[in-house]
T-cell receptor, first 115, second 113 residues
């Protein structure tokens, strides 16, 4: 199984540029998440989705947008990139919370630098 | 607001030693707690998930305990190996936070041969 696949693995953006981070999962998970991890820090939730067509903000949503048109895909859009968005971005998925097996499965991350 | 703290930030031990990693949280009204492993340049791998009604979970050489009332969890690693070297993070899901997890900053473990 591929699990959670993120592309690209690395990207350098100039200030003000836009880009979309792609995430797809093949485990038929309803729940999907986007986190960012800054050096030496824990993960911060950007956005999450509990199913196709449903998204909600996390702790740090400003400067980002998401969509969830299918169960498998959950792209993260950065508009007008800023240096503060330099980080490692992780996509994750899980079965619905409250079920017996709600462990999160993570992609391998996208390292983004905004210069 | 839930805060999760992991101490120490880094730990170095000789191979074969038994060790304990600590995780504390400020709001005891949690639904569950997960321990993750993160290898350099990789995503996180869920190791153990403990529901609030449970006291511990075991997987191989790993044992995680949960004391909800005191706001603490420990991850015990028996007979450590160099392959255990990684960063270990804990994350809690509060009863009122829906799907949101609050992560600690992690403990970077090095097991020396």
């Amino acid at each position: 199984n591929a699990g959670v696949t993120q592309t690209p693995k690395f990207r350098i953006l100039k200030i003000g540029q836009s880009m979309t981070l792609q995430c797809t999962q093949d485990m038929n998970h309803n729940y999907m998440y986007w986190y960012r991890q800054d050096p030496g820090m824990g993960l911060k939730l950007i956005y999450y989705s509990v199913g196709a067509g449903i998204t909600d903000k996390g702790e740090v949503p400003n400067g980002y947008n998401v969509s969830r048109s299918t169960t498998e895909d959950f792209p993260l859009r950065l508009e007008l990139a800023a240096p503060s968005q330099t980080s490692v971005y992780f996509c994750a998925s899980s079965y619905p919370t409250g079920t017996e097996n709600e462990k999160l499965f993570f992609g391998s991350g996208t390292q983004l630098s905004v210069l | 607001k839930q805060e999760v703290t992991q101490i120490p930030a880094a730990l170095s031990v000789p191979e074969g030693e038994n060790l304990v990693l600590n995780c504390s949280f400020t709001d005891s009204a949690i639904y569950n707690l997960q321990w993750f492993r993160q290898d350099p340049g990789k995503g996180l791998t869920s190791l153990l998930l403990i529901q609030s009604s449970q006291r511990e979970q075991t997987s191989g050489r790993l044992n995680a305990s949960l004391d909800k009332s005191s706001g603490r969890s420990t991850l015990y690693i028996a007979a450590s190996q160099p392959g255990d070297s990684a960063t270990y993070l804990c994350a809690v899901r509060r009863e009122t936070s829906g799907s949101r997890l609050t992560f600690g900053e992690g403990t970077q473990l090095t097991v020396n041969p």
